[in-house]
């Protein structure tokens, strides 16, 4: 069975960063396509951002383009996020999630706990 454990939420003000950390229990390069998901208040999950194993293939949501970047380190077995010029809007709980498949779009299959992110205005 595969765990994510996502780490490095927290309280930010609107401009600032914060950097996600996802650590999986298994070689990452077993888990060819990992993500990060995001669910504010009162809203459905929404995509952030993608990563292939290679780190070649990259895919973000527009609302993050720009000021999101994803990065894995495969001997690490770390999917990061790195998360600049926040906004409120950036509010809600983070989750990493991985799968086995190739293509960015998944489904994913296997998922975090989460970690809270709350941006101040």
């Known amino acids: 069975q595969v765990q994510l454990v996502e780490s490095g939420g927290g309280l930010v003000q609107a401009g600032g960063s914060l950097r996600l950390s996802c650590a999986a229990s298994?070689?990452?390069?077993?888990?060819?396509?990992m993500g990060w998901f995001r669910q504010a208040p009162g809203k459905e999950r929404e995509f952030v951002a993608a990563i292939n194993w290679t780190g070649g293939n990259i895919a973000y949501a527009a609302s993050v383009k720009g000021r999101f970047t994803i990065s894995r380190d495969n001997p690490k077995n770390t999917l990061y996020l790195q998360m600049n010029s926040l906004k409120p809007e950036d509010t809600a709980v983070y989750y990493c999630?991985?799968?086995?498949?190739?293509?960015?779009?998944?489904?994913?299959?296997?998922w975090g706990q989460g970690t809270q992110v709350t941006v101040s205005s």
């Open positions: 298994i070689r990452t390069f077993r888990l060819n396509t």
């Open positions: 999630a991985a799968t086995q498949r190739m293509g960015l779009e998944g489904p994913y299959d296997y």
